[in-house]
Structure formats: C-alpha cells, structure tokens
C-alpha cells in the first residue's frame, strides 16, 4: 500500500486517540490560550523591547508566539516524551512491532499528527490574540511562509528531540518529571513569557543555543516584522542542527520493549 | 518422541516443512547461556504446548521464533523464512499475543481493532474478528472500562485480525480465575478448529492438557521432554508405593521386588514399572510374617503436573 496513505491512517490514529483523553488535549491546546487571555487581560497595554535598543513593542503581541511556542514544546515534546515511555514500558510499541506496521509509518503517524495539532494550536493562539489583543499578524505573505516554516521546524525538532530523550527515561513513572525537567528550564530562559535580560550572559548565550530559543525568534521576527527566511538563516540552522541530532539520536538508540 | 508423528506435516495445505522448525537454537547474553540447544518442531495446523518455570527459557526462544531477538547460534524457519530477516512479509502471516499488554484506554474495541487491521495486507473483517474473541456485547466499549479477561480476548483478537497461519500465544491466562480461563480455552480452541497453527507458551500443565495436541517442556535452556501428553505420561509410568515396615522388621528383611527401594526410618517408598507384581511380593511377604497387613499402604500414579515437576527441578539443579 501506499506509505503516504498509511502515514496519514496512522496520523489519523493518533489523533483519534488524543481527542478522546480530554484532559490531554485540554492541556496540549487550552491551556497556552487560557495563559495567552489571563496574561494579555492583565498586561494589555504593556510594552516591551524584545533587544536592547530595539522598539517597543505590545506586550501581548511578543506573548502570543510565546504562548504558541510553549504549547509546542508540551505538545510534542513533553507529550511524546510521556506518551512514547508509557507505550513502550507496557507493551503496546513492543505490540505493533510484531505487525506489519513498519517503524516510518509508526513515526510519520507520530510527526504528523503532531504538526497538525500545532496548525490548530495556531489558528486558536493567533486567531484569539488578534480578536481580544490585537497582536500584530505578519505584515507580508513572506511573513506568514516564514512563521509556518519555522512553526514546523520547530515542532519537528522537538519531536525528534523527545524520541531520543526517550532513551534516558529508565521508566514512565518518572517520565513527566524528567521531560519538565528539560521543559521547564528551557521555558523560562528562553524568553517564552517576557524578554529575560538580567541573565548572566553565559547563560544567556547557553539557553540561546537550545532549540526553543531559536523557534520563538524566528516566529517572533516573522509574525512581528514580517521578516523573511533570509533574516532568521541562525535560527533556521540552529533548529536545523537540533533537528539531525534528534534524527540521528532517535535511530541508533530508541527502543521498543522496556528495559529488562 | 516428537519427529516420529509425521503426518502432521502432511496437512493438506500444501506447505512445504513444518510451521516451525528450530536446531540448536543458542542464546548467551555475555557469558550467560540462557538457550543451549533448543531443538523445536510446530506441524502445520497443530496445537503446540511449549511449559517450562520462570527463567527456563521459554520466552527467549518465541521471540526469537517471533523475530524480536536474534538468536546466537542454530537454525530457525518459521513459516520456511529465517525469523531474524523475515520482517514485514513474515509479520503479515504471523499473529503474536505478547504477556501483559497495555491498549490505548480511550478507544473502543471495535476502533482498537480497526486500527489494527489497517496495518495488514488482508484483515479478517473487524467485526468476524469481535465475534470469534466473544466481545460482541462490549465492541463499542472503551478498553479503559474492559475486566482483565476482556482485555486478554482483545490481545487475542488482535493477534487473529491480520489472519495469520500462525499464532503465537505467551501465557494467555496467567492471573486469570477460573471462568476467565475457561472463556479463553473456548477462544482458543475455536482457532483451532479455524486450522490455526498455535504455539501456546504457559505454565499450567493443565492448561496444555487441555488445548495442546503436543508438548515441549523446557528446563535450564534445554528441551527436556516432549510428544503428546499421553507420551509424556507414558514416557514416566513408574507408580509409587509407600507402607510402613511392621514391627520387628528390618529393611533387609524386604522380598525381592523389582523396582527400586529407598527407605527413611520405618517409611518404604519402591518405584516401580509393575506395581502388580511388586504388590503381590509384599503382601505375600507380610502375610507371611503374620502381619496380614502393612500399615500405611498408598499406590499413586504421578500426574502430568508432577512430570513436569519432577523433569524441571531436576534441570533446575543441573544447571
């Protein structure tokens, strides 16, 4: 059979079952928007510098990206972290390895429902940021090409990033705590909620070479200043390099049955 | 005792070889030998028992029949492919039922097993496939709301969905009380008689008895007996009688018999192929001492279960 026809019926698989775990989507798809409403209520009229000597910008539109990075991060990241390590510690990968469901389907079922909850997550974060705060949309076609180009990007790596992470969660219990513990870090210092500058610069330079950094940058010069890929060649590499590592990572170490 | 029932491997299905055909499988993890020589044969359209304790081995060697490990050393055909190569062409003919299995909680049983189908060549119809496990009644149930015995016929079905030739089944009822298990020796002997090749891994003798046509016991990484049960039986049929020595006798005073005598204090136990015989010895003996009876008397036949005991704790020790 076709493989695209059998990723999209895995991808449709997937999905079936994150819509039915409620309190899954609720978290993967409301909890960034019920953030990006309470924070933007709060902070409407607030503004911020995005760099040193940069221009002042709307608070809720620096948030918006912010928020829509973060529910990329818990929606491949953390989720398949958690996801992969549960199906893997109670049988059920060890089970469809034993089917003719080949590891590429498996996977592109994996990425693809994934990119598809980021288009919806999207739609709600940005849709509702224009409609309640007037978060500046890109300016340009290009602008758009970019943003959704480094959306993608972004939500790719990181799913590529939580399959090789898998390797280092010994068992599902712990799994949560050891996908915040990358998680939440990242999210803070990397400027996900407000501009972090009183850093130590070291540090920021460290947080700045992870990949939500770079996702967020890129989103923001896209959908701020309707920059196009040419502007943001550093963040697309950035992510570029996750991306391989992730790759490469994920195919020489992820397993399918539990630990013995 | 196994290779001299060769019409097995003339079921007419005109398949070449048996469904399964293993020499000298060899498994070492370092320096460990968990598998040293197994030597396995499953005919086509048969109902294989494969018993043996925890750690014998027994599930080192399915799933190097199932293609998850790669055997050491030695031979092995499942379905005329090498299981370590066979991949997606051997998978489409192969339904596995793993021990303990989690699903997604939030699907039905029917989109459990509709999923499942879409990932074979040519399913069996999603509902057939309900029916022949008996989830009728909970098709649109969520997995999450199932009992444990549910679950396991789900495992089952899913096993069956893609419509293999043969089934492999570790441990089907494990953990089960006793009417969960007889529904799923119902299931399973209904494959049966869908002319399903089964090879059915299990801990209970009495589970084998009743759903295989043969039985492979394997102890310490070796086959240790195999053929049908009633070989099996047959194989052991030495009976054992126990009596208390009479007053004012010693051990040596015993008749001549002719099976082989041990004694602990005034307890005789004599293992014997002719308990008739032996009887009429020592009953004779007794009367002749004027005891007319010998206290304590039993004459038992070992069950399948202490066959299996008796050929595994050896092993245990040998090894």
Do not use: C
């Amino acid at each position: 059979m076709n493989p695209l026809v059998l990723a999209a019926r895995e991808s449709g698989n997937v999905l079936r079952a994150f819509w039915r775990n409620r309190s899954a989507a609720f978290f993967t798809l409301l909890l960034p928007v019920m953030f990006l409403v309470l924070f933007g209520a709060i902070n409407r009229d607030g503004t911020v510098q995005v760099t040193s000597g940069g221009p002042q910008i709307g608070y809720t539109t620096f948030f918006a990206p912010g928020m829509l990075g973060m529910a990329i991060m818990a929606g491949t990241f953390v989720a398949l972290v958690v996801g992969l390590t549960v199906m893997r510690d109670n049988g059920q990968l060890k089970r469809l390895r034993g089917t003719p469901l080949s590891p590429w389907t498996f996977f592109s079922g994996q990425v693809v429902s994934r990119l598809v909850l980021v288009i919806v997550e999207a739609v709600l974060v940005l849709g509702l940021g224009r409609l309640l705060f007037k978060v500046s949309l890109p300016p340009t076609a290009g602008g758009w090409v970019t943003f959704a180009l480094v959306a993608l990007l972004g939500a790719a790596t990181f799913t590529a990033l939580a399959v090789a992470y898998t390797r280092l969660v010994t068992n599902a219990d712990s799994a949560p705590a050891l996908a915040n513990a990358a998680y939440l870090p990242l999210l803070f210092l990397s400027s996900a909620w407000f501009p972090i500058s009183g850093l130590p610069h070291w540090l920021a330079k460290l947080a700045g070479d992870f990949p939500l950094a770079p996702m967020l940058d890129g989103m923001r010069q896209a959908l701020i200043f309707g920059h196009g890929v040419g502007a943001i060649w550093p963040d697309i590499w950035k992510l570029l390099a996750w991306l391989a590592v992730g790759l490469v990572v994920s195919l020489r170490t992820f397993r399918w049955e539990r630990a013995a | 005792m196994l290779r001299t029932r060769k019409e097995a491997s003339s079921h007419p299905t005109g398949r070449e070889g048996p469904a399964i055909e293993a020499r000298g499988l060899i498994m070492r993890y370092g320096d460990r030998e968990v598998l040293r020589g197994i030597d396995l044969v499953v005919p086509h359209g048969m109902v294989v028992g494969f018993l043996g304790p925890n750690g014998a081995g027994k599930t080192t060697t399915v799933e190097i029949l199932e293609g998850y490990r790669r055997r050491t050393a030695g031979r092995a055909t499942v379905l005329g492919m090498d299981p370590a190569t066979g991949g997606r062409e051997l998978r489409e003919r192969i339904g596995i039922v793993l021990q303990e299995t989690g699903h997604n909680p939030d699907l039905t049983v029917r989109e459990t097993v509709r999923q499942f189908a879409g990932y074979y060549q040519r399913p069996r119809p999603v509902d057939k496939v309900i029916g022949l496990v008996g989830l009728q009644e909970a098709a649109d149930r969520r997995v999450r709301a199932l009992s444990g015995g549910q679950r396991r016929r789900l495992d089952v079905g899913l096993a069956l969905v893609g419509d293999p030739e043969l089934v492999f089944l570790d441990e089907p009822t494990t953990g089960f009380d006793p009417a969960a298990r007889r529904q799923a020796w119902q299931v399973i002997g209904g494959l049966r008689e869908l002319g399903k090749t089964i090879l059915l891994t299990t801990h209970y003798m009495d589970e084998a008895q009743a759903l295989a046509d043969r039985v492979a016991i394997i102890a310490a990484g070796r086959i240790v007996a195999e053929g049908t049960p009633a070989d099996l039986a047959a194989a052991q049929r030495s009976t054992e009688i126990r009596f208390t020595l009479p007053a004012g006798a010693a051990p040596a005073d015993l008749p001549q018999v002719s099976g082989r005598v041990t004694t602990q204090g005034h307890n005789v136990g004599i293992s014997t192929d002719d308990p008739t015989l032996d009887l009429l010895a020592l009953t004779g003996w007794a009367a002749g001492r004027g005891a007319g009876h010998l206290d304590g008397l039993t004459v038992t036949r070992p069950s399948l279960e202490d066959i299996y005991l008796t050929l595994t704790s050896d092993k245990e020790v040998a090894a």
